[in-house]
């Protein structure tokens, strides 16, 4: 006998023929909405940018349109999504997305939506950093004992 048991608890079908490596998702509160849930953050190498906001779904039943917070396409392939703190001088959380030539860190936002419209959501380019080198995958952290703020660091 199990004490675990195993269920699907939310699923989606993104895009045809999309490819995505194990850097391409994270989960985190990105809007920082305060409520303490985490969206899912995926990104594609076809240069797709999505925003989950999952709830439970009973067997059987397909992906509610107001899961998806948001899906932009941006210019580039995503090689990597990571949410932290990556603006000095804010407490919030940003979301770092590395392309092959560049880093850049957005902040997510919504607007509360009026009668049945429901919120929208969008994101902000805060900056970019041009590396110098085509770029593989990032680590973030408080390295050196730094509070308040992430550094990125690239591996080539």
């Given at each position: 006998m199990s004490l675990f048991k195993a269920r699907d608890w939310w699923s989606t079908i993104l895009g045809e023929k999309e490819e995505f490596d194990q850097g391409c998702l994270c989960v985190g509160d990105v809007d920082n909405s305060g409520s303490g849930q985490d969206k899912i953050i995926v990104g594609s190498y076809m240069g797709y940018l999505r925003i989950f906001n999952p709830h439970p779904v009973k067997p059987g039943d397909g992906v509610q349109p107001?899961?998806?917070?948001?899906?932009?396409?941006?210019?580039?392939?995503?090689?990597?999504?990571?949410?932290?703190?990556?603006?000095?001088?804010?407490?919030?959380?940003?979301?770092?997305?590395?392309?092959?030539?560049?880093?850049?860190?957005?902040?997510?936002?919504?607007?509360?939506?009026?009668?049945?419209?429901?919120?929208?959501?969008?994101?902000?380019?805060?900056?970019?950093?041009?590396?110098?080198?085509?770029?593989?995958?990032?680590?973030?952290?408080?390295?050196?004992?730094?509070?308040?703020?992430?550094f990125v660091t690239y591996s080539y």
């Open positions: 107001e899961d998806l917070l948001l899906e932009v396409q941006l210019r580039e392939p995503i090689l990597q999504v990571e949410v932290g703190k990556f603006v000095s001088g804010t407490e919030g959380l940003h979301l770092a997305v590395l392309h092959c030539r560049k880093l850049c860190v957005y902040t997510v936002s919504g607007t509360l939506g009026t009668v049945e419209h429901g919120n929208q959501y969008q994101i902000k380019l805060m900056y970019e950093h041009h590396l110098q080198r085509t770029a593989c995958n990032m680590t973030y952290g408080p390295f050196g004992g730094v509070k308040g703020r992430f």
